[in-house]
Every structure is written in C-alpha cells, then in structure tokens.
C-alpha cells in the first residue's frame, strides 16, 4: 500500500480529486498559517491542481530529505516556486490554444501504456485546456511528453535525488477511478500507470531489502 | 505608485501569474490568504477574492474584510464562497465552458445590466464566458446585476456594509491568470477600472524570471 499525503489548499473540490483504492490510501493535508508537516509515515507526496507553491516552498527542506530517503513526488500543477529540485516550471501562453498539441517523447517505463494522447489534447472538440507553460527538466530527467514546439510538459526525474519524481505543467491528473473502473478518461489511465509503477518500484525495492 | 488592489490568493499558479504580469503587477498586491494583516490591506481601494480560493482561510479573516467594506472600499468575489463569512448563499451548477462551440447562440447567461461600471461597453460574448455555480440568496436589498436564462443569480452588489461588495460566479481572474480565455483582458480591465480607478495598458506577457522563485 502506498501511503500518501496530498497537499490541499483549500479550494472549492480540492479534497475530491485522490480516492483510496487498494494501492494507495490517501491522506489530505490542508494548508493553514501553521503549516509544517510531518512528512516521514508517506511515501508519495502529491500535489495536485490546485495547490499552494507557497506553503511547499516553506518546507523545500524536507521534500529534499522526503525524495532522497527513495520516496515519490507527483506535481501536477505549475510550481512557480524553487522546491522540486533540479527542475522549473515557466508560465507562457507561446502558442495559442487552438495550437497546442502534445506528442510522446520518451516512455521507458510504459507510463504513457493505454493512454489516448488525444483524449488529453481535446476536450469537447477544444484543444489547450490540459497543460500550460513548460517545464525546463533537469539533464537526467526523461521527457515524457512534449508540447507543440517540443518543450517538456511531463518529466520523470529518478536522477536529481534518489527518489522519484514525476511533474506535469500544469496538466492536471486524479485519482477519482481506479484502472478497473469504466469509463476511464487519459487522465485517469495516466495516474493510474503512474501509480502502478511507483506500487511496483516501492515493493521491488523492498524485496532487495529483504534480500540483502 | 503604491499597489492598489489586493489580490486574494492560496498558492496557486494562476493568480501568481497573473499578478506578476508587467501589465498588472504595478497595480495588484498578493494577499496571501493566511497572512492578511489590517496592515496590509488598509492603504488598498480594493479587494478582489477569485474563484478556488479558500473559504475557510479567508472567514478567519471576515472581520477584516467587513472593516475594509466600511470604511468605503470595495470587495469582489468571485466563483464560490461560504456563508460562513458571507451573508448570501452559494450553490454548485455544471459548468459548461464549451457552449460557445456546440451553441453559440445560447450562453449561460442570459441577462446583464450593461449599466454598470464594469459592464458598460463590454460585448455580450465579453460580459459571459462560464460561470461556477449560482446565488440562490444575496443579502437583502442587492442589486442583481447578472442573471441566467432561468433567473438564477449570477452576479449582485450591494452597499450595505460601507463600500460596495460585489459577487459573481464568473472567475474572470483565474481565467485570465491561465490565458486559455484570450478576450478577458476586456473584463479584468474594466473591472480594475472600476476598482481603482486605473486602466492596465500594455500585452499581457509573463516574465520567466518570475518563475522558480525563492520566498522570503
């Protein structure tokens, strides 16, 4: 089971995006002036859309110490503040709306298996909406998906730290369905991978534990 | 010149984009939500509260926004809100924010008063791109300023604490703040105005050296 703590600040639905399921059990953090958690009973961290860039830059210390102990970071919401080491989210609108397409880049670990890109690039016939701006990936993240003009909008950086992490721009992902559930929308397929591969990471390293 | 408008924000990408933008950054302060001091906002003419900020963080603050409404000032909010700090009762609608392809002639808005200040001049497709929910009470005696075809309350004022308090259930600055809505520059701009007496001027670009910043 992976435990994780999703960082909420607040908004309007922001508590009904993460649905326990037999992988993960979620536990939502809610942002107040006292914000100071403790990190150390999770094993993913998880920021979604929205959240508070803010509150995270005030504890970019310990999401450090979380991701060099071999835990996970999920980000999918544009961090405007310098906690996800070695990468950086900038905001532009270079393209127009109408324009923007994403194409896979780079997929070693299967993450992109099922997922209809364009499910991600279209909603109702309108095209944008997913991410916005671009992420500048550090040199040994692999870029997932790419935008119209080539620029990262998905990274997997398992190089920075020693854990894992995972950041879309801004391009929203949820928890609510789990891989067994009809209906599934790219973003739900996509989550669901990702949560697979980190369950599979999590459990093949304890088995190297356990074996050493 | 000293900033004019406070700008409510939770942490989020979208009004931080937005307030950093050159065309605005000279005219709106970030308020983030749970630093709100009396200091900090009793030089402002304005207050402006957007869609998906925290209700619950901003009612530990009421007594401050209602000593802001008094003394003559204005408040806007935007999207949902709470009656735990406001005397009107929001609802949760479906949001359809594709109309304008499958029915442009049928937006979810179907009356404005073009009257006021905010709205004078503005295009219909202008005044209108979604809205997030509906009013289903306003404090006694507002003034509605925007309704839909079924005569739900989209957008109200009232006087009634001082200065003008202002709801709506568009989210013009988060919008704008992503940029996917191109034409809300004609809506933020009138509404700034309207505020404080200034018209932003300029494109609305983003600076990259305001993105993977350090907070002191």
């Avoid at chain 1, 922001?14 to 809610?30: C, E, H, M, R």
């Avoid at chain 1, 929203?172 to 739900?188: C, I, M, R, T």
């Avoid at chain 2, 503005?122 to 979604?130: E, G, I, S, V, Y």
């Amino acid at each position: 089971m992976i435990k994780a703590a999703v960082i909420n600040n607040g908004a309007h639905g922001s508590k009904s995006g993460f649905k326990d399921n037999q992988l993960v059990n979620y536990t939502y953090i809610d942002v107040d002036e006292n914000f100071n958690p403790d990190l150390s009973p999770y094993d993913l961290l998880l920021t979604g859309n929205p959240t508070d860039h803010v509150a995270l830059y005030k504890i970019k210390d310990k999401i450090v110490d979380f991701l060099n102990q071999g835990k996970t970071l999920f980000c999918f919401s544009g961090w405007y503040t310098d906690y996800i080491p070695g990468n950086k989210w900038i905001m532009e609108r270079d393209i127009k709306s109408i324009d923007i397409r994403y194409f896979k880049k780079s997929d070693k670990n299967n993450l992109l298996a099922g997922v209809n890109i364009h499910e991600l690039i279209y909603q109702n016939g309108i095209s944008g909406w997913w991410a916005c701006g671009h992420i500048e990936a550090s040199q040994g993240a692999e870029i997932i998906l790419v935008d119209t003009l080539n620029r990262p909008i998905m990274i997997l950086d398992e190089q920075t730290t020693n854990g894992t992490i995972i950041c879309t721009s801004g391009g929203p992902l949820n928890g609510k369905k789990s891989k067994d559930e009809q209906g599934l929308h790219a973003v739900n397929v996509l989550y669901n991978n990702l949560i697979d591969y980190i369950y599979k990471k999590q459990n093949h390293e304890q088995e190297d534990r356990v074996s050493i | 010149m000293s900033k004019k408008i406070g700008l409510v924000f939770n942490g989020g990408w979208a009004i931080y984009a937005l307030a950093n933008a050159p065309k605005y950054k000279d005219i709106y302060e970030l308020l983030y939500v749970h630093d709100i001091t009396w200091d900090k906002i009793e030089d402002l003419d304005a207050i402006v509260i957007p869609f998906l900020s925290n209700h619950t963080a901003i009612a530990k603050k009421k007594d401050l926004i209602y000593r802001f409404l008094a003394e003559g000032k204005k408040v806007v909010v935007e999207g949902d809100s709470t009656q735990e700090w406001l005397d009107a009762k929001w609802e949760d609608r479906p949001t359809n924010n594709y109309w304008w392809v499958e029915n442009p002639n049928n937006p979810p808005i179907s009356k404005t008063d073009y009257e006021h200040p905010v709205y004078k001049g503005l295009k219909p497709r202008h005044a209108c791109w979604h809205t997030h929910g509906a009013y289903t009470r306003v404090p006694e005696g507002a003034e509605i300023v925007q309704t839909t075809d079924d005569g739900e309350i989209i957008t109200w004022q009232t006087d009634k604490y001082g200065g003008i308090l202002f709801g709506t259930t568009l989210d013009p600055f988060i919008e704008h703040g992503i940029r996917q809505i191109t034409h809300l520059d004609n809506y933020v701009d009138k509404m700034t105005e309207w505020l404080c007496g200034i018209k932003p001027e300029g494109e609305f670009e983003f600076n990259d050296a305001d993105y993977g910043i350090g907070i002191n």
